[in-house]
């Protein structure tokens, strides 16, 4: 499946965080989100803008101060670092270890719904096995975790070649299976393969 391409701006994820853009022409003032309902002050200020790791380097004119890549963020009184990406709906890809142990149903919410993300957020809690291989959880805004998520594999994979972690052409490991998933660079595409699995079986009686 052809995904699309990633959005990084962080005001069109979107992600309130910090000064957004230095050359705005929405009329907005630096360091807003339009729509966002709440202030990006109470967000950590300023982002990344060292130079991105090997493969990471900016695509299609963005330059390095137009991404959230590997930025800091607090929550429930611990700092993360976080890779924001767009693939339709907003990403927070945070990676760690031991993710298998995380108590996910604790920290989810927390992510979902902290003050840099206006709309909430998806997050992906990632641990690099290797070069091609990664495994997730994640914690979907208004559902909780779920054994798969489409998008937020193809996010992170973006964000693993941002902070030079892996190969643009890995395999995501989940609770529901594997994805394949490439970044294409040249095209700026996203494009996930994998199976059609059936997982839940009912009846509903009427």
Not at 22 to 50: H, K, L, M, W, Y
Not at 122 to 136: A, I, P, Q, S
Request: charged share 25%; net charge negative.
């Amino acid at each position: 499946v052809n995904m699309g391409s990633p959005v990084l701006k962080p005001e069109l994820i979107p992600v309130a965080y910090g000064p957004v853009s230095a050359d705005r022409n929405d009329g907005s003032q630096e360091g807003t989100v339009p729509g966002a309902e709440r202030a990006p002050e109470a967000c950590p200020d300023g982002i990344r803008s060292e130079a991105v790791p090997a493969g990471g380097e900016p695509a299609d004119g963005d330059t390095i101060n137009d991404r959230i890549v590997d930025a800091p963020i607090e929550v429930g009184g611990r700092e993360y670092r976080m890779t924001c990406v767009s693939m339709g709906n907003p990403h927070a890809v945070i990676f760690m270890e031991d993710v298998k142990n995380l108590e996910l149903e604790h920290i989810g919410p927390a992510f979902e719904d902290h003050e840099c993300f206006p709309n909430r957020v998806n997050t992906e809690f990632v641990e690099v096995l290797d070069r091609k291989h990664v495994f997730m959880r994640v914690w979907e805004r208004g559902t909780g975790e779920t054994l798969a998520c489409g998008t937020g594999c193809c996010a992170t994979a973006v964000a693993c070649v941002l902070n030079g972690l892996t190969d643009p052409d890995i395999t995501v490991r989940l609770s529901g299976g594997e994805l394949q998933i490439e970044w294409d660079r040249e095209q700026n595409l996203v494009y996930m393969t994998g199976p059609a699995e059936t997982v839940f079986e009912g009846e509903y009686y009427v």
